[in-house]
């Protein structure tokens, strides 16, 4: 059997939850967790190391599933700055948008946002996966550095500047590339790649349909001749 | 930090309870802008020739039925005033060069913080939930408001340092950022003859919008002239007699989140402050783009 546990965010504070979250979990044998009335809250489900399904029903604030590992945390609403900021591994997926810096730094799982995601999204991605349903904005996978960022949507500004080994795959428009990110063809393993994140994220595109970004690979080095004029 | 907030009433309804739903937004904010506050509430406007003078006075037991009979007595016009601690609101036929005048002649130790036909503002130093009960916020009736909290990062902590700055009639901008060019901003304006009454930065973005209003740009147009003039980083929201208005500097390190029903407007830092409004989980919620001008007529 399910066991559930429920916690009002209206009537219990953040550090309750999370001190349960953190440590009592296992002594319960929970298998769900449902937050009601997050209304903004910051910090929300951070820094859980537990197989659990958590759900945040409504709006959350900054740092919801930061340093999230084996959870699978969902968002029914909009989510504000760094959600699943230096995730090591599950699963966070938000049903609505996300403000700016998504996925920061995250080292690993899967992170899933409906909605656009604002500006720097997957900032020094460090191997993580995101994936954006709809738009991000400008420096998104700024010093990425490993990793993979899927944007169904179109990018803003300046998208992978000083990029390093993670790869961006876009299906709109990109408005512009940031220094030392390019274009390039896509292969066999790269169409791969996009069909199993799509699939992993439940969107339902054709891998075809993107394009690859990613490092020239030509900020790696000092060049002393270009007069840092990339 | 510090946090802002505004809110624009699109119905009657909302108009009556502007203050009861803006003070939990200030309040809340308190988290991001401890050290003082301030809001600027928009009213139905006073007729033509009579102007509504918003003034602070560091000493609350300060009496302020003394300041009024004395302008009485020296103008010989209409007027009237209300008054609440350390913030009176005195509205009078006089004109503002000669009010000016008079206040500074006979009562230098009182600042005036704004002059206009609707705008009404209180700014002090402490807590925001300190100042909201002070100058009981939650009464507050109007159009629109604009408010503001503030952790102070580069120049000191007093009322005439705390948000909004008002310019001109009817005009005030509050900022969460900061500027990197506010003395040059400030050397331009100074030539221009243009008198400043803090070394705050946000005065002077505050004072060359304004400045290039009375130019002829419209305020959309002195928003783009500061694209180009203001180094640094701002969310600035501003409110004119008709008019609330929100931009974010090109690179969007300040945050704001908008949230608007059928009932109203609402800009805050942060969600959180707008959690408590009515039906806001049926609003349509936005983050606003870099360097696009957001603005919503009363």
């Given at each position: ?140 996978a700024?010093?990425a550095?490993?990793?993979t ?11 992978g500047?000083?990029l390093y080994e993670a790869v961006i795959y ?7 590339l940031?220094?030392d990110a390019q274009e390039e063809p896509m292969?066999?393993?790269d ?20 394009k690859r970004v990613a490092s020239a690979r ?13 | ?298």
């Amino acid at each position: 059997m399910e066991r559930v546990k429920n916690f009002d965010l209206s009537r219990t504070s953040v550090r309750e939850l999370n001190q349960f979250l953190h440590h009592d979990l296992n002594a319960e044998h929970t298998d769900q967790v449902e937050i009601l009335h997050p209304d903004g809250a910051h910090s929300i489900a951070a820094g859980v190391n537990a197989p659990v399904h958590i759900h945040v029903r409504g709006h959350a604030g900054y740092f919801v599933a930061g340093m999230n590992q084996q959870a699978d945390v969902t968002i029914h609403g909009n989510v504000g700055w760094s959600i699943a900021e230096n995730m090591m591994s599950g699963r966070v997926h938000v049903k609505g948008h996300a403000s700016e810096s998504a996925g920061a730094s995250a080292h690993g799982g899967l992170l899933i946002i409906d909605g656009d995601a604002s500006s720097r999204c997957a900032i020094s991605l460090k191997g993580g996966e995101i994936v954006v349903g709809g738009s991000v904005g400008h420096f998104s996978a700024f010093m990425a550095q490993a990793g993979t960022l899927v944007v169904c949507g179109d990018s803003g500004p300046n998208l992978g500047d000083s990029l390093y080994e993670a790869v961006i795959y876009v299906r709109g428009k990109i408005h512009s590339l940031g220094a030392d990110a390019q274009e390039e063809p896509m292969g066999h393993a790269d169409y791969d790649a996009v069909g199993r994140l799509l699939n992993a994220a439940g969107m339902e595109y054709d891998p075809k349909d993107f394009k690859r970004v990613a490092s020239a690979r030509k900020l790696y080095h000092w060049n002393s001749e270009v007069h840092q004029e990339y | 930090m510090c946090g802002i907030v505004g809110f624009l009433a699109k119905t009657p309804q909302m108009r009556d309870k502007l203050g009861e739903l803006v003070t939990p937004m200030l309040n809340c904010m308190g988290t991001r802008g401890p050290d003082s506050a301030g809001l600027a509430v928009f009213t139905e406007p006073l007729p033509d020739q009579q102007r509504r003078y918003s003034l602070y006075v560091h000493n609350r037991r300060f009496d302020w039925g003394v300041l009024f009979d004395d302008f009485m007595d020296e103008t010989d016009a209409e007027g009237e005033m209300i008054d609440v601690e350390s913030h009176a609101a005195l509205v009078s036929t006089v004109s503002p060069p000669r009010f000016k005048t008079w206040l500074t002649k006979s009562y230098p130790e009182v600042h005036l913080l704004s002059v206009g036909h609707r705008i009404d503002l209180y700014k002090d130093e402490g807590h925001p939930e300190e100042i909201s009960e002070r100058y009981g916020f939650p009464d507050l009736t109007g159009t629109h408001a604009v408010g503001h909290t503030r952790m102070a990062t580069e120049s000191a902590v007093s009322p005439a340092h705390a948000h909004p700055f008002t310019a001109g009639e009817d005009f005030c901008l509050v900022h969460n950022g900061s500027l990197s060019n506010p003395y040059s901003i400030r050397r331009k304006l100074e030539r221009q003859g243009i008198h400043f009454e803090t070394d705050n930065d946000t005065e002077a973005g505050c004072r060359f919008i304004e400045w290039r209003m009375r130019q002829g740009d419209t305020l959309e147009q002195a928003i783009h002239a500061s694209f180009k003039e203001l180094d640094g980083f701002f969310t600035f929201l501003m409110a004119t007699a008709d008019k609330l208005l929100l931009v974010r500097d090109p690179f969007a390190c300040k945050p704001a989140v908008v949230a608007e029903t059928d009932d109203y407007v609402a800009i805050a830092s942060e969600f959180r402050s707008l959690a408590h409004l009515p039906n806001v989980q049926d609003a349509r919620v936005f983050e606003p783009s870099p360097e696009i001008i957001y603005s919503w007529n009363v």
